[in-house]
């Protein structure tokens, strides 16, 4: 099975910019589709960003769209959530995680496969 693991979280100043990366292994990241999702205290985690296996087709919730922009690298078995004019309220625990299918998966029930999540901080 795929293991996953995220880096580049950290504090950011409100209108900042991160770069967040889910490098894949085990598996080839090509077998998965794959989803962006964050949980701030408290409440539940939600869908942030969604692509398709080869990263033709992506979605992003109205919360997020325009602001954040996911990619995928599946020959660096890499995919990328880049965050844009980011706000107090962007503040959670951001998580990659794999589905085993090709379409886009919006529903958390369908993601198996979980990185250990990477905190994004921002403040005002």
């Known amino acids: 099975q795929v293991q996953l693991v995220e880096s580049g979280g950290g504090l950011v100043q409100a209108g900042g910019s991160l770069r967040l990366s889910c490098a894949a292994s085990?598996?080839?990241?090509?077998?998965?589709?794959m989803g962006w999702f964050r949980q701030a205290p408290g409440k539940e985690r939600i869908l942030v960003a969604a692509i398709n296996w080869i990263g033709s087709s992506t979605f992003y919730p109205d919360s997020v769209k325009g602001q954040f922009t996911t990619s995928r690298d599946n020959a660096k078995n890499t995919v990328y959530l880049q965050m844009n004019r980011l706000k107090p309220e962007d503040t959670a625990v951001y998580y990659c995680a794999a589905s085993p299918t090709s379409g886009l998966i919006k529903d958390v029930s369908f993601y198996p496969y979980w990185g250990q999540g990477t905190q994004v901080t921002v403040s005002s």
């Open positions: 085990g598996r080839p990241l090509s077998s998965y589709a």
